[in-house]
């Protein structure tokens, strides 16, 4: 059996080389999207655990401030709870670096006198044997801005020990020292590159408040059980803290993310739906091919269950060939895209930056079950097909396509059938289910490549071909229904993946300009190069703020307080916003309110008269909130219960945004110092000249300067590198896609070498051979594309209504974005055409003299 | 078509194979014939001897390792590939012992496939087409899938499109080969009742001597070389 078994892929390897190379690259990039997206999803999650476990490793518990800095009277009280063995604070900001790159980097303030030596510091014990641990403390207390990097953070700024490297926090500017190069990474290898560690009464002095404190680390006595002393701590401090175990802390995290990562795995596995055709396909044809070589080995005594297990034996090969290619090439591609990820992890979403990917044994697990048993699902059916023919079936010269044609209907009915069933279930149920949508894009994409069969031979069967044209070409296509439909209905599943992408995209973009005309009125904003992630400490002297207001050339002054808070029931984040409105002649406040519920007018007059909130409507949905409910966050002194006056479209933040006046806010928040400004102009003043001075005047401060068309260009950046990785998977699938088209039409010439040698001898040119099959390919790829235009739309339509909804809850109005669809089309027609020069011109090859020979 | 050339000429042809041993294996050594319109010639041989290669040379499928072939007077040596493809298209006609139809075109596309090729439009294709398949008996026939037909039917069919583009050489490979006997007569007659109205050269490959003695001449192909009328029942 073994030795058959060898055999058989020995042979596979003689007779086509290529297609085997085809077959293995098809399942190798369905194995390798999805080891690349679930690393990146996994590296996104364990940035954020390694920088927990670098800051808070020895902690059971962990105190968060909701506001989110802490009032520095809760550690008395949550050291002299009973369960409390120690606890101390920590002071957390980022800081820009002042040397022009605007890197920033995170300050970690700790208590240099904490008895718990947890990664930071344990390692800071042991630096350096020339040094007494006991000088590094009192070096870190008495030298001012002493802190300490990674020799990595050092090594890539080209810092040395005793340097004094500039740094800021909003308009502030502090020198820090490099006191001590430290490898945090050694004892938490995910710890985050960036990090400075420093005293925490330095670091509030030079970069934050005095006491500002943002955590503090609980260690617990003995044997309390840590969700217990959660809970009565949570009790005894009160609504303005959120106590939470490390567990908590990195489901909070997997929480944020789980839209995002649960849309790239989604896609991620199209890829590998598509990969399926192939195995499918190629061991289809291999086993037409080898229908005798079945049929003999069966009158020789082999059983069919035999047969069954070696055709299954051959396609887990396959798969692991796939495996072994996929993996390395996952792990390349989210490489690749590490960075536009990281960035969007750290711009959207407010997390860490991914500083380094490692491939886990559960990614290589997913990747190798994704590669073998999509390899084996592939087999299966034709295995199953062979095994159960009779031995006479086997040896006579059948064409296995007579069955594909007569499936073809009923298939389609079929298809039909389930997705009308599909449609109909999600109209009367879908509503209670996050997941209808997914199930129902699902249906979709199951049923479409059913739906193939039939369509092809319905395009090709009622014409007549009168030469050696696209008719005759889209009746061929037709004769070898199975291979062709294969190629098809891969092809068409990635073009709706690919087309539904686009009009998502397409349409979101167009909504944002729109949103983003209503919004951006001003002129020229103002904020400091540390703001993206620091918004708490960044904040804007008020010195400037004055200067600013006191220019000729400025009509009004706005500024804007952002604090991060969760509701008071804890299961919300919200990113509030206090706005000092001005009023400027033409841009009301009420014109600038992209209202989703509520009158512009009103609603701008409660804002203005009295306290309310216009809360974005990510929020409104995942809450359930609308006007006349009230928005309860949790205030530093408890909960703070703001009327909503209206809900605005809102697409900066999935998480959840409100905004209501500066002058509110700093009643409840205790802080009205702002983080932004947004600058009004004269009439008839230049906004790129003013922004240029500002520049000049404040050379050499941490501030940024931007026009309104920068802010725009800056944003929309942001929103395309979030799409980045999407395009990788798009451009993926299209290659498996293609690999699709080239295997249906290698399969072909291998399968109609009769056909073509009576071309030939009939007196067709190689060329006319070559143009006959081009033809075909582009047949094929223009059913796929039919037949993925209206997948496409289909999909788009439930992306942007029902699941971008439903997990990001955002409102897209739907819009056509014709450039990028015509370009995509001739990109996946180029593809079509790339893909059948090969096939096109081996089809050219075969000789007339095969004739005398072989049966067609 | 009816120039002064004949049809067919072989000169001195010579065709060796390489052989899997390094050797060589010569196939055809020194044949020399010809052929003019509206004459027939009947190449008999055991098997293995050859008779099929040589109906390649003569077509044009492949290109023989010694001497030269001549289509209507014109050298198959100097031309191109295409240009023997194209020679192949314009003046011969060819007729397989297996019939080689097309199972997914019907019979009138199939006799119409040369014409496809030749990229020629539809009316005065449809024409020719109707009036051979009328000559063979198959005008009501024409919309039926080829699949349907009878062995004899086949290669009723296969005959039509042999001689659609009017070629000036009409080669034959064992075209009763397949068939029964009076089956084979019928298609026999037709064959050459055909190349007679069409004035065509015919070459007829066949292993059986009542079949060859219909032809004027009797060839047999022996150690690489051609003997006349051979005379003697193998
Ligand atoms: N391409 C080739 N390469 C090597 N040897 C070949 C090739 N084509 C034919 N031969 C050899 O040439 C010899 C003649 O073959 P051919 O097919 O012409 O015989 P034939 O007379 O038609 O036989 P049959 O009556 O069985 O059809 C055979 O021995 C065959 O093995
Ligand atoms: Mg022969």
């Known amino acids: 059996m073994i030795r058959v078994l060898g055999h058989g892929l020995l042979g596979l390897v003689r007779e086509g080389r290529t297609l085997l190379l085809l077959t293995v690259v098809g399942v190798s990039l369905g194995v390798g999207s999805v080891v690349a997206i679930q690393t990146l999803n996994q590296g996104a999650l364990q940035a954020f655990g390694g920088s927990v ?11 968060l401030g909701t506001v989110p800095t802490i009032d520095p009277a809760l550690l008395p009280r949550v050291l002299a709870d009973p369960a409390v063995r120690d606890a101390w604070p920590l002071c957390r900001l980022d800081a820009a670096l002042a040397d022009g790159s605007g890197d920033l980097i995170q300050i970690v303030g700790f208590d240099v006198f904490a008895p718990v030596r947890y990664p930071l510091t344990r390692q800071l014990d042991e630096t350096g044997s020339a040094a007494d641990p006991g000088d590094l403390v009192a070096a870190a207390m008495a030298v ?47 710890a985050p590159v960036n990090i400075a560690v420093m005293d925490v009464a330095q ?42 175990t490390p567990e908590q802390r990195a489901e909070d995290a997997a929480g944020l993310l789980a839209a995002f990562r649960l849309n790239l795995t989604a896609l991620s596995l199209i890829s ?42 051959e396609a887990g090969v396959l798969g692991l060939l796939g495996v072994a290619i996929g993996i390395p090439t996952g792990f390349r591609i989210a490489l690749w895209n590490v960075e536009t990820v990281s960035a969007t992890l750290t711009s959207i979403y407010v997390l860490e930056e991914i500083s380094r990917l490692v491939l886990t044994p559960t990614v290589i697990i997913i990747g190798t079950a994704v590669g073998l048993g999509g390899a084996l699902c592939g087999a299966v059916l034709p295995a199953l097909d062979m095994s159960r023919r009779g031995v006479v079936e086997l040896l006579s010269p059948l064409t296995m396509h007579e069955g594909a044609r007569r499936t073809a209907v009923p298939l389609a009915l079929l298809a039909v059938a389930a997705m009308t069933a599909g449609l109909l279930w999600f109209v009367a149920a879908g509503g209670g289910n996050r997941y209808a949508g997914f199930i129902l894009g699902f249906v979709m994409l199951i049923g479409l490549p059913l739906l193939v069969p039939g369509v092809i031979r319905a395009a090709g069967a009622p014409l007549r071909p009168r030469g050696l044209g696209w008719v005759l070409s889209l009746r061929n296509l037709t004769i070898r229904l199975r291979t062709s439909s294969f190629a098809v209905a891969a092809l068409a599943v990635t073009i709706s993946m690919m087309v539904g992408i686009t009009l998502l995209v397409g349409s979101f973009r167009q909504t944002l300009v729109t949103w983003l005309d209503v919004t951006i009125r001003a002129d020229v904003y103002v904020s400091t190069e540390s703001w993206i992630r ?15 207001g006191g220019r000729p050339d400025v009509q009004a002054v706005e500024t804007q307080r952002r604090l991060r808070v969760s509701t008071a029931d804890g299961r919300h984040r919200v990113w509030l916003s206090g706005i000092a409105f001005s009023a400027v002649p033409g841009v009301t406040l009420a014109s600038r309110l992209p209202l989703y519920a509520g009158d512009p007018e009103a609603v701008a007059g ?95 401060r941490p501030l940024v300067f931007r026009s309104n068309a920068t802010l725009r260009r800056e944003v929309l950046a942001i929103f395309d590198q979030t799409f980045a990785v999407t395009r990788t998977l798009q451009t993926m699938a299209l290659f498996i896609a293609a690999c699709g088209l080239a295997l249906a039409q290698l399969i072909q010439v291998r399968e109609r070498a009769g056909e073509l040698a009576l071309f030939r001898a009939l007196g067709a040119t190689r060329a006319q051979i070559s143009r006959m099959f081009l033809g075909e390919g582009l047949a094929m790829a223009g059913l796929g594309l039919a037949l993925g235009l209206g997948g496409g739309a289909g999909l788009a339509a439930l992306l942007i209504l029902v699941i971008n909804r439903e997990w990001f809850g955002w409102t897209i109005r739907p819009d056509v974005p014709l450039g990028a669809l015509a370009l995509e089309v001739a990109v996946i027609l180029g593809a079509a055409l790339a893909a059948g020069i090969y096939p096109a011109w081996k089809s050219g090859l075969s000789s007339p003299a095969q004739l005398s020979r072989d049966d067609l | 078509m009816n120039g002064p050339f004949p049809s067919l000429v072989l000169d001195r042809v010579g065709m060796v194979f390489p052989a899997a041993s390094g050797s060589a294996r010569t196939v055809l050594d ?123 039917e086949m290669q009723r069919v296969a005959l039509c499109r042999a001689l659609l583009n009017k070629p000036s050489l009409l080669l034959a490979d064992e075209p009763t080969g397949s068939l029964d006997d009076r089956t084979g007569q019928v298609i026999l007659d037709l064959l050459l009742e055909m190349a007679e109205a069409e004035r065509c050269a015919l070459l007829l490959v066949t292993h059986s001597l009542t079949v060859a003695a219909r032809a004027e001449r009797i060839f047999e192909l022996h150690d690489g070389r051609l003997r006349q009328d051979p005379g003697v029942p193998s």
């Open chain 1, 203 to 244: 670091a509030q002095a030079l970069l934050a408040r005095p006491d500002a404190i943002h955590q503090i680390d609980i260690v617990l006595a003995g044997d309390e059980d840590p969700g217990t002393a959660a809970a009565r701590l949570q009790r005894n401090l009160g609504p303005g803290v959120r106590v939470l």
């Open chain 2, 30 to 152: 020194g044949v020399d014939l010809s052929l003019h319109a509206g004459q027939c010639l009947a190449l008999v041989g055991r098997s293995g001897s050859g008779k099929t290669t040589l109906l390649h040379l003569a077509a044009g499928i492949a290109v023989p390792t010694s001497g030269r072939v001549l289509i209507d007077g014109e050298d198959l040596g100097g031309m191109t590939e295409n240009a023997r493809t194209r020679l192949r298209r314009d003046r011969i006609g060819i007729v397989f012992q297996f019939f080689h139809l097309l199972p997914h075109l019907n019979v009138a596309e199939n006799v119409a496939l040369p014409g496809w090729i030749d990229g020629r439009p539809g009316g005065g294709l449809e024409k020719r087409v109707g009036e051979l398949l009328d000559r063979v008996g198959l005008a009501d026939r024409s919309r039926d899938p080829v699949g349907r037909l009878s062995g004899g």
């Open chain 1, 534 to 548: 620091a918004g708490n400490e960044a904040f804007l002297d008020a010195e400037l703020l004055t200067a600013l």
């Open chain 1, 53 to 63: 476990r670098a800051v808070s490793g020895q902690a059971d518990l962990t105190v």
């Open chain 1, 272 to 313: 590998v739906f598509v990969g399926l055709f192939l195995v499918l396909a190629s061991v289809q044809a291999s086993l037409v091919r080898r229908r005798r070589e079945f049929g003999v080995l069966r009158v020789l005594g082999m059983q069919p269950r035999q047969v069954l297990v070696l055709i299954l034996a």
């Open chain 1, 606 to 700: 409660r804002l203005l008269a009295s306290e309310a909130v216009v809360i974005g409507e990510p929020l409104a949905r995942k809450a359930g909130l609308g006007p006349g409910d009230d928005l309860v966050l949790a205030g530093p002194d408890g909960p703070v219960s703001l009327p909503i006056a209206g809900v605005a479209f809102d697409y900066t933040s999935e998480a959840g945004t409100a905004f209501t006046t500066l002058e509110t806010f700093g009643r409840h928040f205790r802080s009205d110092q702002p983080n932004n400004a947004a600058l009004f102009l004269q009439p008839g003043a230049d906004p790129d000249a003013v922004v240029a001075e500002l520049q000049r005047t404040h050379r050499g």
């Open chain 1, 144 to 190: 001012p801005g002493w802190c300490a990097v990674t020799p990595h953070l050092a090594a890539s700024h080209g810092w040395a020990v005793g340097d004094t490297v500039p740094v800021s926090s909003g308009s502030r500017l502090a020198r820090l020292v490099i006191g001590a190069l430290v490898d945090f990474q050694r004892y938490e290898p995910l």
